[in-house]
């Protein structure tokens, strides 16, 4: 019999147009792609004894993997806070609720460095457990170990020409352009991240002058900056083809459409769309 956790991973692939093949990480138990991130780093911090019931997490995140760490923690009996910036969406910020996670809501310039710096010294004097998506070698093992795996395996032998992922943590595309390179040397990895100074949700860009630690730019060949407005319109052209998937979603399928890329490619869809109409 499966057990709930069970649920996570094993997505589909799906080809969305000929030669362009996504991964549809929305099919995960909370929606998203974090269920995985989630899982591998509690799991870890178990093993090393970090984590023991009626302890408090805390982390900082753009929402998916807070509501993925706050249905586990409800499951396992963790205590849950997560930093999120103010504008991260209603529906997602519910979920994290709903669970029974506890919401503290900063200033979007706030988010990320001034939080992490701030979480290190908690965890340094015992208070809390950080369990650091941005630097947690776990949010790249799992993708190299699952995520990554999983897709070779999907495509059952066929070549694959290009990989197109957003940057957040870059926990994903450091994770699987590693295990696609090992079956494919000759692939062409492209990461995404927004305009300066627009908003694609689940996405950042390095040019806000933070670098995840975890994030390998040596193994991305091309970074294409991409407008809120394309997320939108891909976003929307999917939702017409019967396929509600999340704006980061929307930003790399839009990217693969305006660099008419040939060959197979090959795409994560990060998360479900129904938390991003506004
Ligand atoms: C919706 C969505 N898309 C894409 C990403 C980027 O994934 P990663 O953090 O692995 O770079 C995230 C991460 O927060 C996300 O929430």
Redesign the pocket.
């Known amino acids: 019999m499966k057990q709930l956790l069970d649920l996570i991973g094993n997505t589909p692939l799906l080809e969305i147009e000929p030669n362009i093949f996504a991964k549809m990480e929305g099919f995960n138990l909370t929606g ?3 269920d995985r ?1 989630a899982l591998s780093m509690i799991e870890d911090a178990e093993k090393k004894g970090r984590l023991k019931p009626g302890v408090s997490i805390v982390e900082p ?5 807070g509501i993925a760490l706050a249905m586990i923690s409800a499951i396992k009996g963790y205590e849950l806070s997560v930093v999120i910036p103010q504008s991260t969406s209603e529906e997602k910020k519910k979920m994290i609720l709903t669970y029974g996670g506890r919401i503290i809501s900063i200033p979007d310039e706030r988010f990320r460095e001034p939080v992490i710096k701030e979480l290190k010294e908690k965890e340094k004097l015992g208070e809390i457990v950080f369990l650091n ?1 941005y630097e947690n070698e776990n ?1 790249v093992k799992v ?1 190299y170990e699952k995520t990554g795996e999983e897709i070779v395996k999907q495509m059952e032998g066929k070549q694959i020409d290009y990989f197109v ?9 450091t994770g699987v352009s590693k295990k696609l390179k090992e079956h494919f040397p000759n692939i062409k990895i492209i990461g995404v991240e927004p305009k300066k100074g627009e908003k694609i ?3 950042k860009s390095l040019k806000d002058g933070y670098t995840p630690p975890i ?1 390998n730019l040596n193994q991305i060949d091309e970074i294409i900056d991409l407008s809120a407005e394309d997320s939108v319109k891909g976003r929307n052209y999917l939702a017409k083809k019967g396929i509600l998937v ?4 929307g930003a790399v399928f839009q990217t693969i459409k305006n660099l008419n890329l040939k060959g197979n490619v090959v795409t994560i869809f ?2 479900r769309g129904e938390r991003y109409l506004k």
């Open positions: 998203s792609i974090k991130t995140t753009s929402g998916n993997t998506q949010n993708h992922a957003g940057l957040g943590t870059g926990g994903t595309i949700e689940g996405l994030l999340g704006l980061s979603s990060p998360d």
